[in-house]
């Protein structure tokens, strides 16, 4: 995402109506005159929405039946995707998370760039699925992550949120909570899930960005990864390991939000706002009410920045005829035009929309919201762990981080296998 103003605006109007143009009407697939495609989904918070969306799409669309299926939370959700691929069981429409999936599926991927949704998308959104000139998905929407609170619980010791400007300030918000845990109810101020190796490539989006001018292109492309903000890292590492509510590298993402942030018994994880539907089905209170996100705050951008942009692109797969191609793109023009899907995408699935064609005034929680204002101000970094090297930030870093919160290996080990094994790979 480039700095500056990004608006997200406008109405539901007129052309935002208009079918893809790319698509035409959907042929039809064998003798029974259906076209069947399949979509992977990466997003299990919001899997019930979309299956529900699916449902109404094929309702009004007698001749498509669309498959999904979901794989993600504590499944390793790249990996299911290559196997996929592997085994022949191609998806239609599959989920991408940036120029490195891009680069991995390119010759599967059609070219959408002439299509309506890459037209109405917001300015710099494309930027992390177009390779050669050629827009190889589209944004599912605009998400944005950091170090998100229990503001209650912050307020409950003592804290104001909007005085922690710095790295200090978040060790000594930290160690204030550490301190009242008993009578705040805490089994630990973290619920950092570092058994999911993706939390911490996606912390690495706050780390590495800064060595790259926060680009994307420019992270993709290099081979001379210095690691420049790597005592951020260590220091924000070390904090959640020493005051986490479980075993740092043993923690699964459902018991970090579900069991020990959502029911108050962590104050801090990191995490964005794709939680939100899953605390609003706990408590529809929390997400409107309780809860604030916080930026990192590194060697180079003591300022802090929030990470946000789109953290997932639909790819559709052009290697399975045209009219599952078209049936696809139909498809997902559906998804983000129709008023009844388009209202569902904002109030039910809770997404930033990644198109003009949307009303800003329409999303309603709070996180969301800041993280939308950070992102018109200038003051977020794009997803930048979808640039670094294919699998880097969760095979490799993801491991090293957890063997270093285990006692299993030393912090400048951690550095140099990761500067290693990032500047071996072969140029994109």
């Not at 480039?2 to 208009?18: H, N, P, W, Y």
């Not at 989920?95 to 710099?124: C, H, Q, R, V």
């Not at 589209?138 to 170090?147: L, Q, S, T, Y």
């Not at 919201?369 to 870093?397: M, R, S, V, Y």
Request: proline share 3%.
């Amino acid at each position: 995402m480039k700095k500056g103003k990004i608006l997200l605006s406008v109405t539901f109007a007129g052309a935002a109506l208009l079918a893809l143009s790319a698509c035409g009407s959907s042929s039809s697939a064998g003798k029974s005159g259906q076209t069947t495609i399949s979509i992977f989904n990466i997003k299990t918070e919001t899997a019930k929405q979309l299956n529900s969306l699916v449902k109404d799409y094929e309702s009004t669309h007698k001749g498509v039946k669309i498959n999904v299926t979901t794989v993600g939370g504590g499944q390793d959700a790249r990996a299911a995707l290559k196997a996929k691929f592997t085994s022949g069981d191609d998806p239609t429409i599959f989920m991408m998370g940036g120029l490195a999936d891009a680069k991995t599926y390119e010759n599967k991927l059609a070219d959408l760039s002439k299509t309506t949704l890459a037209k109405d998308a917001i300015k710099g959104t494309l930027d992390g699925a177009t390779l050669d000139g050629k827009t190889l998905g589209v944004p599912v929407n605009i998400e944005g992550f950091g170090w998100i609170i229990r503001k209650d619980i912050f307020e409950k010791a003592g804290i104001n949120v909007d005085n922690i400007k710095s790295f200090d300030d978040f060790k000594a918000a930290v160690e204030t909570l550490d301190a009242k845990k008993s009578e705040l109810g805490l089994k630990g101020v973290f619920a950092y899930s570092g058994a999911e190796k993706w939390v911490t490539s996606q912390f690495s989006a706050e780390i590495v960005g800064p060595e790259y001018n926060n680009s994307l292109s420019k992270t993709f492309k290099s081979r001379d990864f210095k690691f420049t903000e790597n005592e951020t890292m260590k220091n924000y590492i070390d904090l959640a390991n020493k005051y986490n509510a479980a075993p740092f590298s043993s923690l699964d993402y459902t018991t970090s939000v579900n069991e020990l942030f959502a029911q108050g018994k962590a104050a801090i994880i990191h995490q964005g706002n794709w939680i939100v539907p899953t605390l609003n089905s706990i408590d529809p209170n929390l997400a409107k009410n309780d809860i604030d996100i916080i930026p990192t705050y590194g060697q180079s951008n003591s300022s802090g920045y929030l990470a946000a942009g789109p953290s997932w692109y639909w790819g559709v797969n052009k290697t399975q005829g045209a009219a599952k191609e078209k049936a696809a793109e139909k498809f997902l023009n559906w998804m983000y035009t129709n008023d009844k899907a388009k209202t569902s995408i904002v109030n039910d699935f809770d997404y930033i929309p990644a198109y003009t064609n949307f009303n800003a005034s329409d999303i309603k929680d709070p996180i969301s919201h800041k993280l939308l204002t950070a992102l018109n101000d200038g003051k977020t970094i794009p997803f930048i762990q979808n640039a670094e090297p294919d699998g880097w930030g969760e095979n490799t870093l993801g491991v090293q981080v957890q063997a270093y919160a285990s006692g299993k290996t030393s912090w400048a080990k951690v550095v140099s296998n990761v500067t290693k094994d990032w500047n071996s790979r072969p140029k994109p």
